[in-house]
Each structure stands twice: as C-alpha cells, then as structure tokens.
C-alpha cells in the first residue's frame, strides 16, 4: 500500500516545476496522499494553478507568508475544505538580492537580515501555528534547510543565519508540538538547481563542486528530496521529530576532499 494512502497535505512554496516543493508534492501524490499547494498570490499562484491537475490537486491557495492577514485568510480557505490537515511542508525562502551579492561582511544589511529571517524562519513557526488545531489526529510539518546553517558558504551570506535560525524554530516546535502528536523535522538538501538557487552567485560552480567532491560524486535530485520528505512525514518516521536530515549526496560528512 502506497505510504501516505489517507493523508492530506498542503505543500507550500510551489514557483516552478523545478521548485522543491513541486518534487516532493509529486512523491505524496505518488504516494497515495491528497495533495493541496500553495503559493505567492500571483504569478506563483497562476503556476501551480496550472500544475495542480498533474497532482489532481484539489485546491491552490495564494498565501504570502509576510503577512498574518494572509496566512489566516489561506488557512481560513483550507478549513472550508479540510476540516483535518495531517501533513504541512514549509519549501519557503527569501532574501532581498542585494544581500546576496559580494562578502557577507560586505552585504548584510538590517533590512536584508530582517526579512530574510521573518520569511524563511519565522514563517515556519507562523505556518506551525495556524496548522496544528487542523492536525486533530496528529502530524507531521516539514522544512527545508541548507548546511550554509551551520557551516560558512561562499555566496550564502545571510541567508546562513536564516537557516540556523530555521533549523532551531524545526527544534523547538518539536518540543512543543510533540504532545499533540506533531513531529517537526527538517530535510537539508545539497544545492538543487530551482529559481531560488538561481539567485545565488556562482550556483553553477556550487553545483559543479558537489559532483566533484560529494562521496557519491553527483547532486542529488527532487525526486530524491521528495523520497525523503515522503518518509520524514510518514508513519515509517513516526518515532523522529527535531532533526535536520541531510539529502546531499553525503557531503555533510566530508571535511575536506579534493573535487575530481
Ligand atoms: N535549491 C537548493 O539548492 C536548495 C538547497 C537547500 C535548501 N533549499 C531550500 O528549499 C526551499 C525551497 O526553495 P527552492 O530551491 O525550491 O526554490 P523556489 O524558488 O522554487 O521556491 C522558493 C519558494 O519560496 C516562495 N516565497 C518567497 N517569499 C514568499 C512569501 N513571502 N510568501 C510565500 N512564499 C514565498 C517563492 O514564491 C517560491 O515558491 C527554500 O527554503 C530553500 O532555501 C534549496
């Protein structure tokens, strides 16, 4: 039986079909799960529009996670449909490009530091929130994460910052929603080719370094994500909650290996 037949959830952060939120809507639907997505009001939202009849998507919501007005208007939208959530994936992230550009010394601003932790880290805590009284026979919230949390990369600037702090929100809603029945976890996927990444200087060269230099000497893929993240929400992971998993080709454990 697929692992995630009778579950419902809503994915979050769908921009393209390279988006990671479109790889891991793929494998719940593949899985058996009724799939819901959301997106930025607009564009965003008129793309996952169109893809949701690949997923027999029953609903698309515009949800802009910079605004409470509008997560409580989205959520407000789900109840009338799904009176029970059982699964939440939070694939959501920006930083004001010029904060992007040169040394992170250099770049961070206030502003830009600012909203890159309200939109990628605090929206996760905000998301949590409206979700859990849906998550009447417990669940599972899902995000996403990047290593440049907890070591320096090259061109990640602020957003490393944003992750840590992402990656502590994923712990301590853990340990507040565990007694609901939620787990919390975060996946940590290396560098994926998406319109996000795209924003990164030099993402060519990050990628190009992970094939040369990861123990299985490749990139990992959104199906190899959206595996993970089928795993993490389903029953096979029902005694994990609060952990980063890495899904980047093992080069979390690497220290130092020179690229082929
Ligand atoms: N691509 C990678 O290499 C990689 C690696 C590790 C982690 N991640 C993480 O995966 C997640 C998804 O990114 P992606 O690479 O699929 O890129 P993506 O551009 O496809 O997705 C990012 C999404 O965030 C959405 N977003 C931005 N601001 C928003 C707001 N105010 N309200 C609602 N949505 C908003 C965008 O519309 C977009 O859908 C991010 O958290 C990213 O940091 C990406």
Redesign the pocket.
């Known amino acids: 039986m697929p692992i995630l037949e009778g579950k419902r959830a809503l994915v979050?952060?769908?921009?393209?079909k390279?988006?990671?939120?479109?790889g891991i809507a793929r494998s719940f639907r593949r899985e058996g799960a009724e799939v819901a997505l959301?997106?930025?009001p607009g564009r965003?939202l008129e793309r996952a529009e169109a893809f949701a009849p690949e997923i027999d998507a029953p609903f698309c919501l515009g949800?802009?996670?910079?605004?409470d007005e509008?997560i409580a208007q989205a959520f407000g939208q789900l109840k009338n449909s799904w009176p029970r959530l059982d699964i939440l994936v939070?694939?959501?992230?920006?930083a004001p490009g010029d904060n992007l550009k040169g040394d992170f010394a250099d770049s961070v601003s206030r502003e830009g530091f600012r909203v890159a932790h309200d939109?990628?880290a605090y929206?996760f805590a905000a998301l949590a929130r409206a979700a859990a009284p849906l998550m009447t026979d417990g669940g599972a919230l899902l995000?996403?994460?990047?290593s440049g949390s907890t070591r320096a990369v090259q061109n990640y600037n602020v957003?490393g910052p944003a992750?840590a702090s992402?990656e502590a929100v994923t712990r301590a809603l853990a340990m507040d929603l565990g007694k609901m029945g939620i787990r919390v976890n975060a996946?940590?996927?290396?560098?994926?080719?998406?319109?996000?990444?795209a924003g990164i200087p030099n993402?060519r060269k990050m990628l190009h370094h992970y094939e040369g230099a990861a123990p299985l000497r490749r990139n990992v893929s959104l199906e190899e994500v959206g595996n993970a993240a089928v795993f993490l929400c389903s029953e096979m992971a029902s005694g994990i909650t609060g952990v980063v998993l890495p899904v980047d080709a093992g080069m979390g454990a690497v220290g130092l290996s020179f690229p082929d």
């Open positions: 979050a952060g769908i921009a393209s390279r988006s990671i939120a479109w959301s997106a930025l965003m949800m802009d996670v910079g605004s509008s939070h694939s959501i992230a920006f939109i990628s929206s995000t996403l994460s990047y957003m992750k992402l996946l940590s996927p290396g560098p994926v080719k998406t319109l996000s990444a993402f």
